[in-house]
């Protein structure tokens, strides 16, 4: 099993929807997470960082942390087709490798005007 | 800041050939990364450097793959001899400290191997 799992998708949505992206992780350790966006044929960009649990909110963009579960989420809002891209998880903390981030697979998420 | 850059973007080479990939990271950055992407695997780490040491090799599939960072601005990774199921594409990043800090990604380099 990977320590960190993310439904490759793909996930095709109209213009103004709203799009949750998920990942699970089974190392309780975890402490840092990320989503990082990328474009095709570009490398990946930081989108949205949270240490711990809770929420954290950037324009139409939210990232949950549910520790409980071992559960992380992405939710964009009002979606735009400059949104299509793959969105990434990311994840890394204490007790592990501390130089060391943890990659989902990826969800390669198109947005339809 | 220019970026993480990397070089060559493109390289198609044949079965049993030496590759070598070369990054410079964004200057004053400590850490150094060199990932994998493939549709199969995702993206993976193979190595990371801390102040030009290596701290983690373990993602580094086998001893055709091997990883240098001479100084703290240059760093390469050598495939010899290569094979077809290298094929991917390759990343370096940078970051100013350990995984909490935000990484880097240069353009990546596409890898072909025939």
């Known amino acids: 099993q990977k320590e960190v799992e993310q439904d490759p998708g793909p996930l095709s949505v109209p213009e103004g929807a709203i799009v949750s992206l998920n990942c699970t992780y089974s190392?309780?350790?975890?402490?840092?997470f990320m989503w990082y966006r990328q474009y095709s044929r570009k490398g990946p960009e930081l989108l949205m960082y949270?240490?711990?649990?809770g929420n954290k909110e950037d324009g139409r963009f939210t990232a949950q942390v549910d520790k409980s579960s071992k559960y992380i989420s992405l939710f964009i809002r009002d979606s735009q087709p400059s949104d299509s891209a793959t969105y990434l998880c990311?994840?890394?903390?204490?007790?592990?490798?501390?130089?060391?981030?943890?990659f989902g697979q990826g969800t390669t998420l198109q947005v339809k005007p | 800041d220019a970026g993480v850059i990397q070089s060559p973007r493109h390289e198609v080479t044949e079965m049993g050939q030496e590759v070598t990939l070369r990054c410079k990271p964004i200057?004053?950055?400590?850490?150094l990364f060199w990932y994998r992407q493939t549709m199969m695997r995702g993206l993976e780490l193979l190595i990371y450097?801390?102040?030009?040491?290596?701290?983690?090799d373990s993602g580094m599939p086998e001893d055709r793959f091997s990883a240098k960072m001479p100084n703290a601005s240059f760093s390469t990774l050598k495939i010899q001899p290569s094979e077809p199921r290298d094929s991917a594409v390759y990343f370096c990043?940078?970051?100013?400290?350990?995984?909490?800090?935000?990484?880097?990604f240069g353009p990546g380099t596409r890898l072909l191997v025939l």
């Open positions: 990043a940078s970051s100013l400290g350990g995984a909490s800090e935000t990484q880097y």
């Open positions: 190392n309780s350790a975890f402490q840092y």
């Open positions: 949270t240490y711990s649990s």
């Open positions: 990311a994840m890394s903390g204490p007790g592990s490798n501390t130089g060391k981030l943890i």
């Open positions: 200057s004053g950055h400590d850490y």
């Open positions: 450097f801390n102040n030009n040491v290596p701290i983690d």
